[in-house]
């Protein structure tokens, strides 16, 4: 596994990418990006850690949204790989939060 630096709203990341998942990993951290900077620019909340929950959860509600016919078509293995891969970036947001829960 190899890594790549990342910046979500400003602030830079070292990020553990498996071989061949660099295109999927920088259209994840591009969502995020925007995600994010569309809550910052809205004004109303300033913490980064409330501004990434705030973020995550709309990624997620605007992913169980998507109607199964517009889903990419998947096996059971690649559901049970997709749901791996969730809990890692959940794993790496944890990290990134430290033990106070804070990115900076």
């Given at each position: 596994m190899?890594?790549?630096?990342?910046s979500?709203?400003?602030?830079?990341?070292?990020?553990?990418?498996p071989?061949?998942?660099?295109?999927?990993?920088?259209a994840?951290?591009?969502?995020?990006?925007?995600?994010?900077?569309?809550?910052?620019?809205?004004?109303?909340?300033?913490?980064?850690?409330?501004?990434?929950?705030?973020a995550a959860?709309?990624?997620?509600?605007?992913?169980?949204?998507?109607?199964a016919?517009?889903?990419p078509?998947s096996?059971?293995?690649e559901?049970?790989a997709?749901?791996?891969?969730?809990e890692?970036?959940?794993?790496?947001?944890?990290?990134?939060?430290?033990e106070?829960?804070?990115?900076?």
């Amino acid at each position: 596994m190899k890594q790549i630096d990342v910046s979500i709203l400003g602030q830079s990341y070292v990020l553990g990418c498996p071989d061949g998942g660099d295109a999927l990993l920088q259209a994840s951290v591009k969502a995020v990006d925007r995600e994010m900077t569309a809550i910052r620019n809205a004004g109303k909340v300033k913490a980064r850690e409330r501004i990434a929950v705030l973020a995550a959860l709309n990624l997620a509600y605007k992913l169980e949204q998507r109607p199964a016919a517009t889903a990419p078509p998947s096996s059971a293995g690649e559901s049970v790989a997709a749901q791996v891969d969730v809990e890692a970036l959940i794993a790496r947001i944890d990290q990134a939060l430290g033990e106070h829960g804070q990115l900076l």
